[in-house]
């Protein structure tokens, strides 16, 4: 039985290798281009009749590859040695995608994958985390703690840079221990509540650590300190990365970029509430109520990065 599987395999291989190696060959580059568009460079000049005929084309994501995505036009670029693939509909580019071109060069089909850059998918989980989805003006979470240290930049920034280093090193315990240990030992219903004892953990060192180093820091951050063990950013983090299987370099990118958005959030809210101490403004308004409308004007303006797409 395991002889007649293997010959099977390797008839399968050497049925497939040519297949494999003419793609390789014949395919010099291939990526994205624009919202609905998938751009082919070629080692040589071939056949412009069958590069440009959308007939000759299957396309779809290698997830769902039930469903084939419309193609619209094949426009033969470089003289014949590229072609720019346009859709009806805007392409997934967080997903890889499979392109099979039948008759290209007398083969009878040649398959290959587009995907987005593996670097430029890290820099959108950052971008993304910071700008895009901050957690604070576009998600509304860690208020309190928001509110509380962005009286004065210097405490804003030695907040967000605690913060920064809290959010890391427990995004990068609780990956370690959902991956090796909950999932292996099912028991992702207690996802919660270890995650919520590393970051006690992390911000019980964080606490011991500036208190014998930094005492002045350790003093102008007061109670907020201890309420970043319950702020909703740094227990997000690790619920996100549980839901959407992020491996480790992922995990860490979402955590700085949560992190740099916090920083970001709080150095921009207290520079103008440092400027509003000066400011002619109404007794009613002095204090929290010109804080909200401030964050207010914040969330709108981060509204401006939703849709951004630099990947």
Known sequence: MNMKLRQLLLLAFVLLLPGVLQAADLIKEKSFSGANEIKVLFTGTVDAAIVGDISRYIVYEENDPDIKLA?????????????ILKF??????????????????????????????????????????????????TKYLGLCVFFGTSKRKSTAKGMGVVFTIVMLVSASMSWFFYQYILIPFNLNFLQIVVFIGLVSLTVQAVDTILRKVNPVLFNSFGVFLVLVIANCIIIAVPLILANSNYNYFETFMLALGAGGGFLLALYLMSSVR?????????????????????????????????????F
């Not at 426009?75 to 590229?82: L, S």
Request: charged share 15%; aromatic share 10%; glycine share 12%.
């Open 274 to 310: 440092e400027r509003l101490e000066i400011a002619k403004i109404p007794s009613s308004f002095k204090g929290l109520p010109i804080a909200f409308i401030v964050a207010g004007q914040f969330a709108m303006a981060f509204l401006g990065f939703s849709g951004l797409k630099l």
């Open 71 to 83: 193609l619209t036009a094949a426009t033969v670029t470089d003289g014949g040695r590229g072609v």
């Open 88 to 137: 009806a509909e805007p392409l997934n580019s967080a997903n890889t995608h499979v392109v099979s071109i039948r008759g290209l060069n007398g083969a009878g089909a040649v398959d290959f994958k587009v995907s987005k850059s593996y670097l430029g998918y890290l820099l959108s989980i950052l971008i993304s985390a910071m700008l895009i989805n901050n957690f604070v003006f």
